[in-house]
Every structure is written in structure tokens, then in C-alpha cells.
């Protein structure tokens, strides 16, 4: 396992944005490269009016808050790249989910999270676990590393990030007590005279000091999309926050012993959560990660007593039901794309992480950070791991990097990922969904008559022993390919479940068959790490 990489700033937080981005020049490209490239369709003429839609963001943004444009600015002048580069980067996760909406196949730089809030008995306080799932393999956790900020009249802070995302708005604490992890939500809520998330939650982390100093920022907060600050402070307190443009929804509740707290990314506003939004799939990766992250809750809540250790083992162990080749399989709170699993204890001074290698599965080793407030320490431990297949991991890592070649628009090191991640996953229920998307990355680019009968008998073939959305998937495949081969198929709306898969089934009915492949896959969007596929014509 591979050591923590840290850095600590002290003092003008200019210079010291400045002095970031002189250390992070020739390491910023690999993160901020492959966030560029997910909002890129590879036609000129629509990634020009994505590009200067964009640019309509950063203007609105920079009009907000002077101390995030200064310490941008001094950033990417240490990068030497322009501040308009740096935010268009950094709004990507946002832009993608607000442009998805008209392109909704751009729908792909997404944070799926876990969270969970507890109190640890050995340590005698609050805790916060957290699970960061987001589609950037082999460049986020590559440069993976911790940052201590210590500025003047600003409390410390301590966040877990990667070399080229300078702020501390996705997982961080403070030392009054606070921690914060950032989870996407997904609606179609878009206000374009909203902030920049990581500019908010940079506030917040450097300016809450309890649950009402972060309610109160909130309330004055605009947010461009929706998102969810999840948060506990020193005295047991939490507080899970939707902002959406101008909308807050909140719960909030204290923290007691033996009991534990999980959220995905799932929406507090009951009516908002009956409603469906891209992606599609996204309401069934919630529930089935709330039924297995309540799993985990239930099973460390029969323990004596509950550590942040208990937590992140918890956290980093797939469950059976996530991997075995059974008709009740579930998609687990781990993922192909979880990128850093980590337990906060600001009151104790105190982290731990899983280091290495995304994703994130727990092998018996951690890496402990204490006196984060003082002298930052870090020791690599050993504590036992539960058994799973020794393949998994590596497995789950090409179907990942499959999806990552996808984005590249690199096809063959696609294939190559994807047929990597199906031999290494024989046995579990991910052999068939691999085979699936190997499938789909076929029906894209493959135009030979008798390639596609092969194709076509494979899906017929994998139906069942897909999950059911997927199954749903699996059955618009057959019917585009009958019908391009055999210019007709007996397979009606009625043998699609989901309904807006049905809504894509009979939009698709009305285009003739000699252009029914080109127009289907010009925009089409595989999702690996949502278990979907986006289609633009929806």
C-alpha cells in the first residue's frame, strides 16, 4: 500500500494557492484533463456551444464570491493556466448534470457517495464515514493525497482530495469539529445565477462552526444544481442539506451510541423523490445501495461497540449480495468507482483511509492519520479483512477503466478493459453485466451483417441473468438489431418494464430502419458505473 502524499499551507492563502499550483504543474493535467473530456461529444459544432455555454458559467461565477475567484486565480497562475481553464474544469460534475437535460448522454461526470454518521465508542466521539464514488479511475485515485490548511483567523482544515482539485469541498474537517462530504443529487433544477458547489462548500468548511453557523450560509447559498452537504459537528449534531438553486431541504438529528446514520444519494424532498430524472437508472442504484448500506447498519449495530474502524472495514467490504451470481443481486455502497473511503474524527484530531488503487476495497491494511491539528502523523496498519474473491478488485478496476477509455473516446482500450474485467469476474453476477457493455460497445461500431446476427443471438442469450433495468436495455438492443437485420421484430413496448425506456422504444419506432443504428448510437452514452445506458433521444 502506498504511503499518503501531504501537503500542508501556512500562512497568505494566496501565496500559498499560488505555491499549490507550482507543486501541482506537472501532475494537474492527468485530473483536469479527463474532467475536460467528459463534456466533449466529438462534434465540433456541439461541443462550440457546450464550450461557450460554459463560458456563460464562468462569467456568472466569477461575478460571486471574491475570496473563491482570488484563490482560483492564484491557483491556475501557479498552474500556468487561466482561471477560465481551472473553473471550466471544476464545473464540470455541474455542467454535465445541468446540460444533461437537453444531451442527456453528457450525463457522465457523476458523484455517487456513501455516507455514514456515527459515534465512536473507542474514541469517545462524533464520526463521519464516507465512501467517494466518481467516475475518474486511474487519474483521481493515481494522485490521490491529503491537504492541511492553515491560514490566518480561518480554522484548520484537513480534506482528502487529488493532485489538481486544490479546495477542500468534497471531503474535509475542520478543527472546531465539523466534517463535510459532498454528494451529487439528480434533478432538473439549473440555476445559472447560481454558485459553483466547491465555492460553497468551501465556505462552509472554513466558516461553519456548528450547526447553525452551516444552516445559516446555506439559507444564503445558491447553488447552480442540486447537491447534498452532509455534516456533523462537535456536539453530536448532523445535518444532511439538499441545495437546490434557491431551494433547501434539510434533515437533521444528534448522534448517539450504538446507533448509525447511512445516505446515498438519494432525495430528501418526498415530492422530488417520486419524480423520475437522468439518469434513468439512477432511482434504482439509490435504492439498492440504501438496502445494502441498511444492511451494513444493522450488522455493525449488533456489535458491543463501534469504532471508526468498525466503519471503514464496513465500508470497504462488498457485500456477498453486491457480487454473487443470484437473482437477488443488489449493487452494494462499494462500487467500481469508488475512489476514497475514508472515517473523520475532527474532535480526536483523527483519520482513517483506504489507500491505493481504486476501487476501494478493504484488504487488511489502512493508513491512520492523528494530530491533524498539530503535527500531522501518518502509520500504515493491519487489521484482518472479511474474504471475497481475489479477482474482484482488479476486476472491477478494468470495468471501471473501460468506462474511462469510453470517455477517451478510445474504443479499443475499451474492449481490451471490458473483456479484462469478464474473465476476471467469472463467477459473479459483474461476469454477465460485462459481457453486457461488451455487447453494447459492439452494437456501436459494429456494421458486419453476420457480427451482428452474433451479436444479436449474445443478447438473447444474457437476458436473464442481467439486473432488471438492464434487462430492460437488453431488450431495446434486440429490437434495434431485428430490425435492422430482419427490418421488422415481434418485440413490443409491452416487454419494457421501465417507462421511460418505453418512451425511448417509441420515439425509436418512428425512425426507418436504414437509419436507425446511426441515429440511435451517434449520442448514445453506455453508463458502466451507473449500470445504465443514456440515450439522446429521450
Known sequence: ??????????????????????????????????????????????????????????????????????????????????????????????????????????????????TMFFWDENEDCPAHGRILDFPLIGSFDKAERTILYDFPNLPKVYSFGSVGFPFPSITSMNEYGVTLALHQKFTDI??????????????????????????????????????????????????????????????????????????????IDEELHKRSFFPIGMKNHNSMRSDCGNKKVSDLSKKKKISDLDILKSLGTPQKISYEDTLDWKLGTLTPTSVHIVTMSPMKARALSINGIAPKLYSGQYLEHTELWDKPNFKLKQSRAQKYPPQLKSGLRHYALAQVSFDHKDLIHAYHHIQMAHDELKGTKWEHISFFYFLVFQFMKEKHKKVRSSILEDFKDIHDKL???????????????????????KITENDIKNTTLKNVFRVEQKIPGLILHRTTTLLMSPRLDLLDVIYPLV
Not at 501556512?10 to 505555491?19: A, K, M, N, R, V
Open 1 to 114: 500500500m502506498e504511503q499518503n502524499q501531504f501537503t500542508q499551507l501556512i500562512g497568505d492563502p494566496l501565496e500559498s494557492f499560488y505555491q499549490l499550483g507550482l507543486k501541482d504543474q506537472k501532475g494537474h493535467s492527468l485530473l483536469l484533463d479527463h474532467m475536460k473530456v467528459v463534456l466533449t461529444l466529438g462534434i465540433p459544432k456541439v461541443d462550440k456551444i457546450i464550450q461557450d455555454l460554459a463560458a456563460v458559467f464562468f462569467d456568472s461565477q466569477m461575478e460571486h464570491n471574491r475570496v473563491f475567484k482570488q484563490w482560483s486565480k492564484q491557483y491556475a497562475q501557479g498552474l500556468g493556466i487561466s482561471d477560465k481553464e481551472l473553473i471550466f474544469a471544476l464545473l464540470l460534475p455541474e455542467l454535465s448534470s445541468c446540460l444533461s437535460k437537453w444531451l442527456p448522454s453528457l450525463g457522465s461526470s457523476l458523484l455517487g457517495c456513501s
Open 190 to 267: 439549473l440555476d445559472i445565477n447560481g454558485r459553483s458547489v466547491f465555492d460553497i462548500g468551501n465556505e462552509l468548511i472554513f466558516h461553519a462552526k456548528d450547526l447553525s453557523s452551516a444552516l445559516e450560509i446555506l439559507k444564503k447559498a445558491n447553488s447552480f444544481t442540486a447537491w447534498c452537504f452532509n455534516m456533523t459537528f462537535a456536539d453530536g449534531t448532523w445535518l444532511s442539506a439538499d441545495l437546490m438553486g434557491d431551494k433547501l431541504v434539510y434533515e437533521t438529528g444528534k448522534i448517539t451510541k450504538g446507533e448509525i446514520k447511512y445516505f446515498n444519494n438519494e432525495l
Open 467 to 489: 439486473p432488471e433495468l438492464l434487462q430492460d436495455h437488453c431488450v431495446l438492443f434486440i429490437w434495434r438489431l431485428e430490425r435492422i437485420l430482419y427490418k421488422s421484430s
